[in-house]
C-alpha cells in the first residue's frame, strides 16, 4: 500500500513544472485601469488558448492587493488597480512589485517584476503656507535667509527644481541643494531694511518642479523688521539614524537631536520642528521642540513601512535655522500569524471522483521577515483529503479516497498554518466543500415618494432632490440605473424641467422656475437593476415652487406719471382726519411678498397730509387754514414686505378750493383762434350741467332739511375710483368701495362756497366719459399751478379731480 502511495507521488510531481525565467515590466504610474502592461504569454511562451482552462492568475507577494491581472482571452497583462509610486514606495529610487504567473494542471509559476515610473502627479508643497522671519534693520545687504525647502512626493525631474520669488523693493532668491539633494531656497536681502519706513514686508514664494505640465506650489514669507542674530543654529550631526523594533511601546524615545547656536540669549535659544515629514510620519512621531528628542506616538507595523526618513529644522529666537535629516530603520518581530488563502477550489465535488483528483489550491502568506515567515501547513485527520506541498507556499488540496454523498453529504476542512518565529504563531481556516444569484429582486425606493422644494428664479443645473433605491441582488443584478418616465408638465417635455443622474439618482433642475406660472408638479422616476432581464419600479417626485419677492408693487391709481395728470380738490373747510384720496396699488408675489405698505416720501406741507400704513388712505393731519398753500404735491412710495423690499412711486396733485373758479388755473384758460368754437362748446355744456345738477341738489338738501336729519359729514364718503384703472382679476379687500365696478362722483355744499355746488349721481358704464378724456390741457397751463413739483406734465395729460368733494366730468363737444 505504502508503494502504491509513493508511485502516485512521483507520477503527480513528474507533470509539476517549476518556475520559469522571470519577466520584467515598466511602466508609468497612475495608469487607466484596464491598461496593457504587456503580452505576459507571448514573453513567457505560453499557448492563450491554455490559459482558461490551466485557470492562469496574478498574485502579488506581500498579500497586497490585486494591482495587474491577466487578461486570459488574449495573454495581457493589465492594470486592475490604481498604483500610485508615491504610496507604493514614497520617496524610493526605484519601486519595483514583485507578482507570480501561477497556472494549474500541472501546477506552473512565473515570476514578475513591475518596475513603476514616476509622473509629475504631486505638487510641491510647503509644509507652513506662513514662514514668519524678524530681520533686523542693521541687517547689511546681501544678508541670506535659508526658506524651509518645499516637499514633492515626486522623484528626479518631477520633484522639485527651482524657486520663484514675487518682485519686490528689498529680496532676491537663491536656489541651493543641501547635503541630502534636496532644494532649497534663501532670500537675499538686496536693499537695506528701514524699520521707521515698512514695519512689515510680505513675499510670495513659488516652488516649481520640473515635470510636464510643471506643478507649482507657494508660501507666503512675512518679515518683520526689528531694531540685530548672525549666527544659524548647526546641528551635530547632518543625518541621525536610528532603530527601532516594531511594536515598541509608546512614549519611548526614538532618538534626539541636537543643535548648537553661537549666539547668546533669545538668540541662541534652539527651539526644534518638523520641516519636511509625511502625513503618516507625523500621525507615529511627536517632536518636543525644546529638547529635540523625537518620540513614538503610536505604534510602528514594520509590515506597513520598513523605513521612516524626516527633516527636522532648528530655529533660534529670531527665525534662523538649519535642517537635519533623520532615518528611522524599523526592524521586524514575529506578530503577524500566517494567513491561508484558498485561491482555487472546485465546490461542489461529484462523488465519482477518482482518488488523487486536485480540488483546491492552497496559499499561505506571512507578513513577517526571515525565519517569522518561514510556514508549515497541514489539515485534521479522519477526512478523506490531504495537502500536497507544491512550489513556494502554494499547496494542493488533494483526495485520498472514494466519496460517497449518501454517506458524507458535507466536509468541513481545517487547514492549520504554523510559522517558525519565537515565539510560534498560527492561524486555521475551515473549508466547506457546497452556490449562484438570480435576478429575482425589482429595486426597491426607499421612500414611497418623494417631495422637493425650490424657490423661484432658481439657477438652471442646479440639484433639486435625490431619490435613492435598492436593490438586495448580487453583482450587475443589483446595479441600479434612474431615469425619468415620459410625460408632460404643462404642455411641455418632463425632460425641459428635470434631469436624473443615471448612476446616483441625484435630480437636477434644466430649467428656471416662475411661481407665478407654476406652482408644482409632478415627475416619476424609475429605478431599473442590470440583470437580465431587468427589473424596475416607479417613485413619484412632486415639485414644489416657493415664491420669492421678484415683482415691485403696481399702482393702479393715481394713473402712473407721464400718461396723465391726475388732481384732486380738497376743500378749504375740510377738517383733520378728512379722507381726501387713496392710493391702490397690487404686487403679483404671493405671501408676505405681497404685503404692501404705504408712506409719502415727499410733501408740500409734511405736516398737512397723512397716508394710512395699509389701507393707502390720504387724510388731512388737521384742519385746513387759510396760510395753507393751495397748490399741494405728495410723492408716495408704495412697498412691499419681502426681502429684499421693493417699492414703486407715484405723485398725487391736490388743490386746496371750494370749487373750480378759485383756481386761477382753471378760470383764466386762454386759447388760440384754433381752439375757440371748442372753449364754446365746452362752457355751454358745463353751464347747462351745472344748472341742472346745482337745481336737482337744492331740492334734496331742501328735503334734508326739513326732516332735521343731521347734516353729513363732509369727508367720510368712499373715494371713488373708475373700475377701468384697475387690471383683470383684483378687486377690493378693504371694503371701502374703491374697487366697485360702477362708482358715483359726489359733490356735497361746504360753508362759504362762493360758486354753485352740485351732487352728480351717476353709474359708471360704458357710455361714461372715460377718465382720460376729461379734460385736456397744456404742460404750461399748469406750471405755474405746481411750480414747486418735481415732474412736469406732459404734453396730452389729463386733469382729473377724483375726490368724494368734488369730481368733474366733461363730456367730450366735438370739433
Given at each position: 500500500?505504502?508503494?502504491?502511495?509513493?508511485?502516485?507521488?512521483?507520477?503527480?510531481?513528474?507533470?509539476?513544472q517549476l518556475?520559469y525565467g522571470?519577466?520584467?515590466?515598466?511602466?508609468?504610474?497612475?495608469?487607466k485601469?484596464?491598461?496593457?502592461?504587456?503580452?505576459?504569454?507571448?514573453?513567457?511562451?505560453?499557448?492563450v488558448?491554455?490559459?482558461?482552462?490551466?485557470?492562469?492568475?496574478i498574485?502579488?507577494?506581500?498579500?497586497?492587493?490585486?494591482?495587474?491581472?491577466?487578461?486570459?482571452?488574449?495573454?495581457?497583462?493589465?492594470?486592475?488597480?490604481?498604483?500610485?509610486?508615491?504610496?507604493?514606495?514614497?520617496?524610493?529610487?526605484s519601486?519595483?512589485?514583485?507578482?507570480?504567473l501561477v497556472?494549474?494542471?500541472p501546477?506552473?509559476?512565473?515570476?514578475i517584476?513591475?518596475?513603476?515610473?514616476?509622473?509629475?502627479?504631486n505638487p510641491p508643497?510647503f509644509v507652513?503656507?506662513?514662514?514668519?522671519?524678524?530681520?533686523?534693520?542693521?541687517?547689511?545687504?546681501?544678508s541670506?535667509y535659508?526658506?524651509?525647502?518645499?516637499?514633492?512626493?515626486?522623484?528626479?525631474?518631477?520633484?522639485?527644481?527651482?524657486?520663484?520669488?514675487?518682485?519686490?523693493?528689498?529680496?532676491t532668491?537663491?536656489?541651493?541643494?543641501?547635503?541630502?539633494?534636496?532644494?532649497?531656497?534663501?532670500?537675499?536681502?538686496d536693499?537695506?531694511?528701514?524699520?521707521?519706513?515698512?514695519?512689515?514686508?510680505t513675499?510670495?514664494?513659488?516652488a516649481?518642479?520640473g515635470?510636464?505640465?510643471?506643478?507649482?506650489?507657494?508660501?507666503?514669507?512675512?518679515?518683520?523688521?526689528l531694531?540685530?542674530?548672525?549666527?544659524?543654529p548647526?546641528?551635530s550631526?547632518?543625518v541621525y539614524?536610528?532603530?527601532?523594533?516594531?511594536?515598541?511601546?509608546?512614549?519611548?524615545?526614538?532618538?534626539?537631536?541636537s543643535?548648537?547656536?553661537?549666539?547668546?540669549?533669545v538668540?541662541?535659544?534652539?527651539?526644534?520642528?518638523?520641516?519636511?515629514i509625511?502625513?503618516?510620519?507625523?500621525?507615529?512621531f511627536?517632536?518636543?521642540?525644546?529638547?529635540?528628542?523625537?518620540?513614538?506616538?503610536?505604534n510602528v507595523?514594520?509590515?506597513e513601512?520598513?523605513?521612516?526618513?524626516?527633516l527636522?529644522?532648528?530655529?533660534?529666537?529670531h527665525?534662523?535655522s538649519?535642517?537635519?535629516?533623520?532615518v528611522?530603520?524599523?526592524?521586524d518581530?514575529?506578530?503577524n500569524?500566517?494567513?491561508i488563502?484558498?485561491?482555487?477550489?472546485?465546490?461542489p465535488?461529484?462523488?465519482?471522483?477518482?482518488?488523487?483528483?486536485?480540488?483546491?489550491?492552497?496559499?499561505?502568506?506571512?507578513?513577517?521577515?526571515?525565519s517569522?515567515?518561514q510556514?508549515?501547513c497541514c489539515?485534521?485527520?479522519?477526512?478523506?483529503?490531504k495537502?500536497?506541498p507544491?512550489?513556494?507556499?502554494?499547496?494542493?488540496?488533494?483526495?485520498?479516497?472514494?466519496?460517497?454523498?449518501?454517506?458524507v453529504?458535507?466536509?468541513?476542512?481545517t487547514?492549520?498554518?504554523?510559522?517558525?518565529g519565537?515565539?510560534p504563531?498560527?492561524?486555521s481556516?475551515?473549508?466547506?466543500?457546497s452556490?449562484?444569484?438570480?435576478n429575482?429582486?425589482?429595486p426597491?425606493?426607499?421612500?414611497?415618494?418623494?417631495?422637493?422644494?425650490?424657490?423661484e428664479?432658481?439657477?438652471?443645473?442646479?440639484?433639486?432632490?435625490?431619490?435613492?433605491?435598492?436593490d438586495p441582488?448580487?453583482?450587475?443584478?443589483?446595479?441600479v440605473?434612474?431615469?425619468?418616465?415620459?410625460?408632460?408638465?404643462?404642455?411641455?417635455?418632463?425632460?425641459s424641467?428635470?434631469?436624473?443622474?443615471?448612476?446616483?439618482?441625484?435630480?437636477h433642475?434644466?430649467r428656471?422656475?416662475?411661481?407665478?406660472?407654476?406652482?408644482?408638479?409632478?415627475?416619476?422616476?424609475?429605478?431599473?437593476?442590470?440583470?437580465s432581464?431587468p427589473?424596475?419600479?416607479?417613485?413619484?417626485?412632486?415639485?414644489?415652487?416657493?415664491?420669492?419677492?421678484?415683482?415691485?408693487?403696481?399702482?393702479?391709481y393715481?394713473?402712473?406719471?407721464?400718461?396723465?395728470?391726475?388732481?384732486?380738490l380738497?376743500?378749504?373747510?375740510?377738517?383733520?382726519?378728512s379722507?381726501?384720496s387713496?392710493?391702490?396699488a397690487?404686487?403679483?408675489?404671493?405671501?408676505?411678498?405681497?404685503?404692501l405698505?404705504?408712506?409719502?416720501?415727499?410733501?408740500?406741507?409734511?405736516?398737512?397730509?397723512?397716508?394710512?400704513?395699509?389701507?393707502g388712505?390720504?387724510r388731512?393731519?388737521?384742519?385746513?387754514?387759510?396760510?395753507?398753500?393751495?397748490?399741494?404735491?405728495?410723492?408716495v412710495?408704495?412697498?412691499?414686505?419681502g426681502?429684499?423690499?421693493l417699492?414703486?412711486?407715484?405723485?398725487?396733485?391736490?388743490?386746496?378750493?371750494?370749487?373750480?373758479?378759485?383756481?386761477?388755473?382753471l378760470?383764466?384758460?386762454s386759447?388760440?383762434?384754433?381752439n375757440?368754437?371748442?372753449?364754446?362748446?365746452?362752457?355751454?355744456?358745463?353751464?347747462?350741467?351745472?344748472?341742472?345738477?346745482?337745481?336737482?341738489?337744492?331740492?334734496?338738501?331742501?328735503?334734508?332739511?326739513?326732516?332735521?336729519?343731521?347734516?353729513?359729514?363732509l369727508?367720510d364718503?368712499?373715494?371713488?375710483?373708475?373700475?377701468?384703472?384697475?387690471?383683470?382679476?383684483?378687486a377690493?379687500?378693504?371694503?371701502?368701495?374703491?374697487?366697485r365696478?360702477?362708482?358715483?362722483?359726489d359733490?356735497?355744499?361746504t360753508?362759504?362756497?362762493?360758486?354753485?355746488?352740485?351732487?352728480?349721481?351717476?353709474s359708471?358704464?360704458?357710455n361714461?366719459?372715460?377718465?382720460d378724456?376729461?379734460?385736456?390741457?397744456?404742460?404750461?397751463?399748469f406750471?405755474a399751478?405746481?411750480?414747486?413739483?418735481?415732474?412736469?406734465?406732459?404734453?396730452?395729460?389729463v386733469?382729473t379731480?377724483?375726490?368724494?368733494?368734488?369730481?368733474?366730468?366733461?363730456p367730450?363737444?366735438?370739433?
Open positions: 500500500m505504502k508503494n502504491i502511495f509513493l508511485l502516485i507521488f512521483q507520477n503527480y510531481c513528474t507533470g509539476l518556475s522571470d519577466v520584467s515590466y515598466s511602466f508609468p504610474e497612475e495608469m485601469r484596464g491598461s496593457v502592461i504587456g503580452n505576459i504569454a507571448k514573453d513567457l511562451g505560453l499557448q488558448s491554455r490559459l482558461p482552462p490551466r485557470k492562469a492568475r498574485v502579488l507577494e506581500g498579500n497586497r492587493k490585486s494591482y495587474c491581472e491577466i487578461n486570459i482571452n488574449t495573454g495581457e497583462l493589465v492594470v486592475a488597480d490604481r498604483i500610485d509610486r508615491e504610496e507604493l514606495c514614497g520617496s524610493k529610487i519601486c519595483i512589485l514583485k507578482c507570480e497556472l494549474e494542471d501546477l506552473e509559476s512565473h515570476r517584476s513591475l518596475q513603476i515610473q514616476d509622473v509629475n502627479d508643497i507652513k503656507d506662513a514662514v514668519k522671519l524678524e530681520i533686523s534693520e542693521s541687517a547689511s545687504k546681501g541670506r535659508r526658506i524651509n525647502a518645499a516637499r514633492d512626493a515626486d522623484i528626479a525631474q518631477n520633484a522639485v527644481q527651482n524657486y520663484i520669488l514675487q518682485k519686490n523693493n528689498y529680496f532668491v537663491n536656489v541651493l541643494t543641501n547635503s541630502v539633494g534636496t532644494k532649497y531656497s534663501e532670500v537675499i536681502l536693499r537695506e531694511l528701514d524699520r521707521e519706513e515698512q514695519q512689515e514686508v513675499l510670495l514664494l513659488t516649481v518642479d515635470g510636464s505640465p510643471q506643478r507649482s506650489g507657494t508660501a507666503v514669507i512675512q518679515i518683520t523688521v531694531d540685530a542674530n548672525d549666527n544659524a548647526v546641528f550631526q547632518a539614524k536610528a532603530s527601532l523594533p516594531e511594536n515598541s511601546p509608546l512614549e519611548t524615545v526614538v532618538v534626539t537631536v543643535a548648537n547656536d553661537a549666539d547668546e540669549g538668540n541662541g535659544k534652539v527651539t526644534y520642528e518638523f520641516s519636511g509625511s502625513d503618516f510620519a507625523k500621525q507615529i511627536s517632536l518636543n521642540e525644546y529638547t529635540g528628542e523625537i518620540i513614538l506616538a503610536k507595523d514594520y509590515e513601512e520598513t523605513k521612516i526618513e524626516m527636522i529644522e532648528g530655529k533660534d529666537g527665525g534662523l538649519s535642517e537635519t535629516k533623520v528611522i530603520d524599523i526592524t518581530v514575529n506578530d500569524a500566517p494567513v488563502h484558498i485561491n482555487s477550489l472546485a465546490n465535488i461529484p462523488e465519482n471522483v477518482p482518488p488523487g483528483t486536485e480540488v483546491g489550491i492552497i496559499n499561505v502568506q506571512d507578513r513577517d521577515s526571515e517569522n515567515r510556514v508549515r489539515i485534521q485527520q479522519g477526512a478523506p483529503f495537502l500536497v507544491s512550489i513556494k507556499n502554494y499547496y494542493s488540496l488533494v483526495t485520498t479516497g472514494h466519496l460517497d454523498r449518501e454517506l453529504s458535507d466536509y468541513n476542512i487547514i492549520t498554518a504554523t510559522d517558525e519565537s515565539p504563531l498560527s492561524s481556516k475551515t473549508v466547506q466543500l452556490v449562484a444569484d438570480i429575482d429582486n425589482p426597491v425606493f426607499e421612500e414611497q415618494s418623494y417631495s422637493a422644494y425650490v424657490a428664479n432658481n439657477k438652471p443645473g442646479s440639484t433639486l432632490c435625490s431619490v435613492t433605491a435598492r441582488d448580487w453583482r450587475q443584478n443589483g446595479t440605473i434612474y431615469s425619468l418616465l415620459a410625460g408632460e408638465v404643462n404642455g411641455a417635455p418632463v425632460s424641467y428635470l434631469s436624473v443622474n443615471g448612476d446616483t439618482g441625484v435630480i433642475v434644466v428656471s422656475f416662475d411661481y407665478e406660472q407654476l406652482r408644482s408638479f409632478k415627475v416619476h422616476v424609475m429605478a431599473r437593476d442590470n440583470g432581464p427589473l424596475s419600479s416607479n417613485v413619484t417626485v412632486s415639485v414644489f415652487i416657493s415664491d420669492v419677492n421678484d415683482n415691485s408693487p403696481q399702482i393702479l393715481p394713473a402712473p406719471e407721464g400718461n396723465s395728470f391726475m388732481t384732486e380738497v376743500p378749504k373747510a375740510a377738517h383733520g382726519g379722507l381726501v387713496k392710493v391702490i397690487v404686487d403679483a408675489d404671493s405671501g408676505q411678498n405681497a404685503w405698505s404705504y408712506h409719502i416720501v415727499k410733501s408740500t406741507d409734511p405736516g398737512l397730509f397723512t397716508i394710512g400704513v395699509h389701507s388712505e390720504i388731512t393731519q388737521r384742519d385746513i387754514s387759510e396760510s395753507d398753500s393751495m397748490k399741494q404735491n405728495l410723492i412710495a408704495v412697498k412691499d414686505n426681502q429684499p423690499s417699492s414703486a412711486t407715484c405723485s398725487m396733485y391736490l388743490l386746496i378750493s371750494d370749487n373750480l373758479a378759485e383756481v386761477p388755473e378760470k383764466d384758460i386759447y388760440d383762434e384754433k375757440s368754437k371748442l372753449t364754446s362748446y365746452l362752457i355751454i355744456a358745463l353751464v347747462s350741467v351745472s344748472t341742472f345738477f346745482l337745481t336737482f341738489i337744492i331740492i334734496i338738501l331742501g328735503v334734508r332739511f326739513c326732516r332735521r336729519r343731521k347734516p353729513r359729514l369727508f364718503g368712499a373715494v371713488a375710483i373708475p373700475s377701468a384703472c384697475l387690471p383683470p382679476n383684483y377690493d379687500v378693504e371694503g371701502t368701495g374703491t374697487l365696478s360702477t362708482y358715483n362722483y359733490a356735497y355744499l360753508t362759504g362756497s362762493r360758486t354753485s355746488d352740485f351732487k352728480f349721481v351717476t359708471y358704464n360704458d361714461t366719459l372715460p377718465a378724456q376729461t379734460l385736456r390741457k397744456s404742460p404750461t397751463d406750471a399751478a405746481f411750480g414747486d413739483c418735481d415732474d412736469s406734465p406732459k404734453v396730452g395729460t386733469v379731480s377724483r375726490l368724494p368733494f368734488y369730481t368733474l366730468m366733461i367730450p363737444i366735438p370739433l
